[in-house]
């Protein structure tokens, strides 16, 4: 395992995922907006247009914040933009617990993107296994080859990440290609529905948010304890061909540095 520096540059954690720990919250969150609007800038300059799936979570609210700042508008073309969700929860657009409404709220009602660019998973359909179909469908018509340009993932506590939550049914989806499923999750006795593992890592970029102390432990234990994903979903993120990016803020990264020091 690589030894991990304290500083802006990206380093190979293993074979699957890379690392990098700008420094404070402050300026991991500037680094977050930074890599998002490059990543959106070189997707339009390579093909057009630049298809992101949105996570939810606390820390994708704050990005999201910042994508809409004044300066920060008029650094990516918008209308080039197509939004999909890495996850949502079974609740209406106008809930408070819906990822579609943090992420608008947060910013993207205020960025010019054309409305038919957005593409809110419909995850309080009554007949969810359908509309993880239909969504399918949406992101096989509207993403070329299927690959989203980012996906943008946080890490949940217990390792869980977009709603591929320990143990359930969709980490296990026999459907090897499908790219889009309802899951239940037991935990919170409540349907999810969520990118697959096979969606998420055939993405060009995929960048992994870990920030604040909380996260500190499960962040080492996830990257340094042996690889089963069944327990710890989040492990299974990242391939040889397209290695996850994992970014983490000092508080986050404390237990790690720790270990790398003795
Ligand atoms: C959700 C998510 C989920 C989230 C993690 C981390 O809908 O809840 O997409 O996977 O990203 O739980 O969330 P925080 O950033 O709030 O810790």
């Not at 520096?5 to 890379?18: T, V």
């Not at 609007?37 to 298809?51: K, L, P, V, Y």
């Not at 962040?219 to 970014?247: C, E, M, N």
Request: net charge negative; hydrophobic share 35%; glycine share 6%.
């Amino acid at each position: 395992m690589t030894q991990i520096p304290r500083q802006q540059e990206i380093r190979s954690f293993d074979d699957r995922r890379d690392i990098v720990i700008p420094g404070s919250t402050e300026k991991t969150l500037t680094y977050c907006v930074e890599h998002f609007i490059s990543i959106g800038n070189e997707a339009i300059a390579t093909h057009g247009m630049f298809c992101v799936a949105l996570s939810g979570g606390s820390t994708p609210k704050t990005i999201f914040q910042g994508l809409s700042s004044a300066t920060n508008q008029s650094r990516l073309d918008w209308k080039r933009v197509l939004l999909f969700w890495s996850d949502e929860r079974s609740v209406p657009p106008n809930d408070p617990e819906s990822n579609y409404k943090m992420a608008m709220d947060a910013g993207f009602n205020k960025i010019p993107i054309p409305k038919q660019n957005i593409f809110r998973m419909p995850a309080d359909s009554d007949d969810l296994p359908e509309a993880a179909k239909a969504y399918e469908k949406l992101i096989i018509e509207h993403v070329p080859e299927k690959t989203f340009d980012l996906v943008m993932l946080g890490m949940g506590e217990d390792g869980h990440t977009a709603s591929l939550f320990p143990k359930t049914h969709a980490l296990h989806t026999d459907e090897a290609e499908r790219l889009v499923v309802a899951n239940f999750v037991p935990q919170k006795n409540t349907w999810r529905m969520s990118l697959t593992f096979n969606c998420i890592n055939a993405a060009r970029h995929i960048a992994i948010y870990v920030l604040g102390k909380g996260k500190a432990g499960m962040l080492k234990h996830v990257l340094t304890s042996p690889y089963d994903p069944d327990t710890l979903p989040i492990q299974h993120i990242g391939t040889r061909q397209h290695k996850a990016l994992w970014i983490v803020d000092d508080e986050a990264a404390q237990d790690l540095l720790k270990q790398e020091r003795r």
